[in-house]
């Protein structure tokens, strides 16, 4: 079964990436699917209905689409056709903090260790390293920098409202001067 | 200036880590080319026509002398001993090697420097008014909110894969210093009525292949509002800006695209979404980021030295350069010093590690330790003592950096071009070395007055060529190398782009072409007109005809 990694963790991969399907006949009788957006917006009731149903969205897809849906969607994917495409970085957080998306925010397609910790403060918490990479080695990506300057998914205060707080000596290079 | 806290700290020195690891699996060939190519790009490394080049960030163009000795003791160490301040206020080494960069970037980070963002398609160097804080006619110090904006697109890690690259240029004086109408968003620091500090803001100004003059995307900006509304901005640029070509792709394209209203539309509905919640700078942060701008201990001198008038009244020599290098300073008694690095025969911008360290120290002994980079390339000391200013005329001609042209002809605006850049269609340095020959009478120049002469070595416009009283622009004719020629652009509040004249010139003509476009000027200009006030009166035509007219 193809590795997963999933709140931080390397894990088997349940899902199927469904990448072409256009019509209820493409999907396979069980196992857990992930359709495109097209696909769901055709047969919401009925995929909904098979249960264990995610939606993944490239990167021209709007978001918007799956507002009404975000509720009832265990699973969101996000593709990145290459990893120098970012869209997918704004997909993520509208998804997080304009449509309030709670379930598992996946990347999926061409997602690699160098690009994990953006991946991670934007949202996502699944990441399904392109299949020629190892997923335990890509791991460590997720913890290159121990703090950031913005507000995160996991942490929805930026830093210049956090400074000085708890952290006794912060304050201290902080006299005025020049030099 | 600005002092890391653990935090800034703790995050360059992580980035070191990163980067010194990503550069271990590139050359172990556990990642790809292509794949390195951002990664490096981000941290300030481009592979050049003949090695690695490596720009540093100077933030907001600010430098403490311990920073400056830094940079000449990595150009000595892992460069050929020289390197060359650029046009948005980075440093570039161009001979480091690839293995060296991780060590570089450790020399850095000890001095709270990096190079973070210096290149790829993600937030710039963040550039401002390199006379901010010392120019009496400033509104808002805006150096408090470069830092600002400098922590903010420092990782953002929403914004890291854009389109394409993303300038900002900060403003707070109605004389705009920064070029900020041909930055992707320029921000200028304002007052309102009821005297609150907040920002106007433009975005999709730019040079390049479309040059652009920035549109006001919003009058008044609470200050607070600022990365909110960033935010917005980019999350735009970022969802909708052309990624299918490569010319297309910076904001300005998007902006004329979907036109300036439908835009700002967009944005402020974006905005509204986050207005007043998390990311709303409190004003404690702005306070306690400005204490670290607060002015140094000036001495109480009562109004102009006497010493320095007598001086400029007895030394011609000396007077002129007050004339051309001197800007006056908001406090009585203190100046504000431009050292060229325009002088004839040497590279515009370029400096050696030996200069570097002697600059170093001249800034502690008369400038309170720190200096400034300007986007013209050119270095500042902004806090020098009028009774001094004799003594430190004499150390900077023996430097090399007293060229009395500061706005004149021969402070000429330079990319590296050909000789060191591999998207280059054209040299650029040795056309600069040419003009800078052929006016080298300063008593004519003093008299033909301010005019900017801006060279690019392509279309990218690193020169700022568009806007240039005269810019130049390299092409590629078949292989051969040539210059285009326009006039009429100007740069600050009144920014215009300029208008070409006419079919390019081979490198050897070009002297020739920019003196009789002087010469129409001298014979047409009336009173005290500079170069830019007769073009504008009297239009391309007499330019044209005099330098066509001579040349074919």
């Given at each position: 079964m193809p590795k997963l990694i999933k709140d931080r963790v390397v894990v088997d991969d349940a899902w199927t990436l469904l990448r072409d399907a256009a019509s209820l006949d493409d999907l396979p009788a069980a196992a857990p699917v992930i359709v495109p957006l097209a696909l769901w917006q055709q047969q919401r009731d009925a995929l909904a209905a098979r249960g264990e149903v995610g939606v993944w969205l490239a990167p021209t897809d709007d978001p918007d689409a799956l507002a009404r849906d975000v509720h009832r969607l265990p699973l969101i994917a996000v593709d990145f056709p290459q990893f120098t495409d970012g869209r997918g970085y704004s997909t993520a957080r509208l998804l997080r903090e304009k449509y309030h998306f709670l379930g598992e925010l996946r990347a999926v397609g061409d997602v690699l260790r160098d690009q994990l910790y953006y991946l991670q403060a934007c949202g996502f918490n699944a990441f399904a390293i392109r299949s020629d990479r190892d997923a335990n080695q890509a791991l460590t990506g997720l913890s290159d920098f121990s703090d950031n300057y913005q507000a995160t998914a996991t942490q929805p205060l930026p830093l210049f409202r956090r400074r000085g707080i708890g952290e006794g000596d912060a304050s201290s290079p902080g006299q005025p001067g020049r030099r | 200036?600005?002092?890391?806290?653990?935090?800034?700290?703790?995050?360059?020195?992580?980035?070191?880590?990163?980067?010194?690891?990503?550069?271990?699996?590139?050359?172990?060939?556990?990642?790809?080319?292509?794949?390195?190519?951002?990664?490096?790009?981000?941290?300030?490394?481009?592979?050049?026509?003949?090695?690695?080049?490596?720009?540093?960030?100077?933030?907001?163009?600010?430098?403490?002398?311990?920073?400056?000795?830094?940079?000449?003791?990595?150009?000595?160490?892992?460069?050929?001993?020289?390197?060359?301040?650029?046009?948005?206020?980075?440093?570039?080494?161009?001979?480091?090697?690839?293995?060296?960069?991780?060590?570089?970037?450790?020399?850095?980070?000890?001095?709270?420097?990096?190079?973070?963002?210096?290149?790829?398609?993600?937030?710039?160097?963040?550039?401002?008014?390199?006379?901010?804080?010392?120019?009496?006619?400033?509104?808002?110090?805006?150096?408090?909110?470069?830092?600002?904006?400098?922590?903010?697109?420092?990782?953002?890690?929403?914004?890291?894969?854009?389109?394409?690259?993303?300038?900002?240029?900060?403003?707070?004086?109605?004389?705009?210093?920064?070029?900020?109408?041909?930055?992707?968003?320029?921000?200028?620091?304002?007052?309102?009525?009821?005297?609150?500090?907040?920002?106007?803001?433009?975005?999709?100004?730019?040079?390049?292949?479309?040059?652009?003059?920035?549109?006001?995307?919003?009058?008044?900006?609470?200050?607070?509002?600022?990365?909110?509304?960033?935010?917005?901005?980019?999350?735009?640029?970022?969802?909708?800006?052309?990624?299918?070509?490569?010319?297309?792709?910076?904001?300005?394209?998007?902006?004329?695209?979907?036109?300036?209203?439908?835009?700002?539309?967009?944005?402020?509905?974006?905005?509204?979404?986050?207005?007043?919640?998390?990311?709303?700078?409190?004003?404690?942060?702005?306070?306690?980021?400005?204490?670290?701008?607060?002015?140094?201990?000036?001495?109480?001198?009562?109004?102009?030295?006497?010493?320095?008038?007598?001086?400029?009244?007895?030394?011609?020599?000396?007077?002129?350069?007050?004339?051309?290098?001197?800007?006056?300073?908001?406090?009585?008694?203190?100046?504000?010093?431009?050292?060229?690095?325009?002088?004839?025969?040497?590279?515009?911008?370029?400096?050696?590690?030996d200069q570097m360290d002697a600059v170093a120290d001249l800034a502690d002994a008369y400038s309170f330790g720190e200096l400034r980079v300007s986007h013209e390339q050119n270095l500042i000391f902004t806090d020098v003592r009028q009774a001094e200013l004799l003594t430190l005329w004499g150390e900077l001609k023996a430097l090399g950096f007293a060229t009395p042209n500061i706005g004149l002809l021969t402070d000429i605006v330079c990319c590296p071009g050909g000789d060191f850049c591999s998207l280059a269609n054209a040299k650029s340095i040795p056309i600069a070395e040419s003009i800078q020959r052929r006016f080298d009478d300063l008593d004519y120049l003093y008299d033909l007055g301010e005019i900017d002469l801006n060279i690019s070595g392509c279309m990218n416009a690193c020169g700022h060529h568009h806007i240039g009283n005269i810019g130049v622009l390299g092409v590629d004719k078949n292989g051969q190398e040539w210059y285009q020629v326009s006039i009429g652009g100007d740069q600050g509040e009144r920014a215009s782009l300029g208008k070409v004249i006419g079919p390019s010139f081979a490198a050897a003509e070009m002297p020739d072409v920019i003196e009789r476009l002087v010469d129409v000027f001298v014979e047409r200009r009336q009173e005290d007109e500079r170069f830019i006030d007769t073009v504008r009166r009297l239009g391309l035509e007499p330019f044209k005809e005099r330098v066509y007219a001579e040349a074919h």
């Amino acid at each position: 079964m193809p590795k997963l990694i999933k709140d931080r963790v390397v894990v088997d991969d349940a899902w199927t990436l469904l990448r072409d399907a256009a019509s209820l006949d493409d999907l396979p009788a069980a196992a857990p699917v992930i359709v495109p957006l097209a696909l769901w917006q055709q047969q919401r009731d009925a995929l909904a209905a098979r249960g264990e149903v995610g939606v993944w969205l490239a990167p021209t897809d709007d978001p918007d689409a799956l507002a009404r849906d975000v509720h009832r969607l265990p699973l969101i994917a996000v593709d990145f056709p290459q990893f120098t495409d970012g869209r997918g970085y704004s997909t993520a957080r509208l998804l997080r903090e304009k449509y309030h998306f709670l379930g598992e925010l996946r990347a999926v397609g061409d997602v690699l260790r160098d690009q994990l910790y953006y991946l991670q403060a934007c949202g996502f918490n699944a990441f399904a390293i392109r299949s020629d990479r190892d997923a335990n080695q890509a791991l460590t990506g997720l913890s290159d920098f121990s703090d950031n300057y913005q507000a995160t998914a996991t942490q929805p205060l930026p830093l210049f409202r956090r400074r000085g707080i708890g952290e006794g000596d912060a304050s201290s290079p902080g006299q005025p001067g020049r030099r | 200036m600005y002092r890391y806290d653990q935090y800034d700290q703790r995050f360059i020195n992580e980035r070191v880590v990163q980067f010194r690891d990503q550069t271990r699996r590139f050359l172990a060939g556990e990642v790809t080319e292509d794949e390195f190519r951002p990664l490096r790009l981000q941290n300030g490394l481009y592979i050049q026509k003949y090695a690695p080049m490596l720009r540093i960030a100077i933030p907001y163009g600010l430098l403490s002398s311990a920073q400056l000795r830094t940079l000449a003791h990595i150009g000595r160490k892992y460069d050929r001993g020289y390197g060359h301040f650029t046009t948005r206020q980075n440093l570039q080494f161009n001979w480091p090697r690839l293995e060296d960069v991780p060590d570089i970037l450790e020399e850095l980070a000890r001095v709270q420097m990096h190079a973070i963002q210096t290149s790829g398609n993600c937030v710039r160097n963040i550039t401002t008014d390199h006379f901010a804080g010392v120019a009496g006619d400033e509104i808002v110090d805006p150096r408090p909110y470069c830092e600002l904006l400098r922590q903010w697109s420092t990782f953002h890690p929403e914004f890291a894969y854009l389109p394409r690259k993303f300038k900002i240029g900060v403003s707070g004086s109605p004389v705009d210093r920064a070029a900020t109408l041909i930055h992707d968003i320029g921000v200028h620091a304002v007052r309102d009525d009821a005297g609150e500090v907040g920002f106007r803001v433009l975005v999709g100004g730019g040079l390049g292949r479309t040059p652009i003059i920035g549109h006001v995307i919003r009058e008044f900006l609470p200050r607070g509002e600022i990365l909110n509304y960033l935010d917005a901005i980019m999350r735009m640029y970022n969802r909708f800006g052309r990624r299918d070509n490569k010319w297309k792709a910076r904001i300005k394209i998007l902006v004329k695209d979907m036109g300036i209203d439908a835009f700002r539309e967009h944005v402020e509905a974006d905005w509204e979404r986050v207005r007043g919640g998390a990311g709303v700078v409190p004003d404690e942060e702005i306070a306690r980021l400005a204490s670290f701008f607060d002015a140094p201990p000036y001495e109480d001198l009562s109004g102009e030295d006497t010493s320095f008038r007598a001086a400029i009244a007895d030394n011609r020599a000396f007077s002129n350069w007050v004339k051309r290098n001197v800007f006056p300073h908001k406090i009585p008694g203190y100046a504000v010093v431009t050292l060229s690095l325009k002088k004839t025969g040497v590279p515009p911008g370029d400096a050696t590690s030996d200069q570097m360290d002697a600059v170093a120290d001249l800034a502690d002994a008369y400038s309170f330790g720190e200096l400034r980079v300007s986007h013209e390339q050119n270095l500042i000391f902004t806090d020098v003592r009028q009774a001094e200013l004799l003594t430190l005329w004499g150390e900077l001609k023996a430097l090399g950096f007293a060229t009395p042209n500061i706005g004149l002809l021969t402070d000429i605006v330079c990319c590296p071009g050909g000789d060191f850049c591999s998207l280059a269609n054209a040299k650029s340095i040795p056309i600069a070395e040419s003009i800078q020959r052929r006016f080298d009478d300063l008593d004519y120049l003093y008299d033909l007055g301010e005019i900017d002469l801006n060279i690019s070595g392509c279309m990218n416009a690193c020169g700022h060529h568009h806007i240039g009283n005269i810019g130049v622009l390299g092409v590629d004719k078949n292989g051969q190398e040539w210059y285009q020629v326009s006039i009429g652009g100007d740069q600050g509040e009144r920014a215009s782009l300029g208008k070409v004249i006419g079919p390019s010139f081979a490198a050897a003509e070009m002297p020739d072409v920019i003196e009789r476009l002087v010469d129409v000027f001298v014979e047409r200009r009336q009173e005290d007109e500079r170069f830019i006030d007769t073009v504008r009166r009297l239009g391309l035509e007499p330019f044209k005809e005099r330098v066509y007219a001579e040349a074919h």
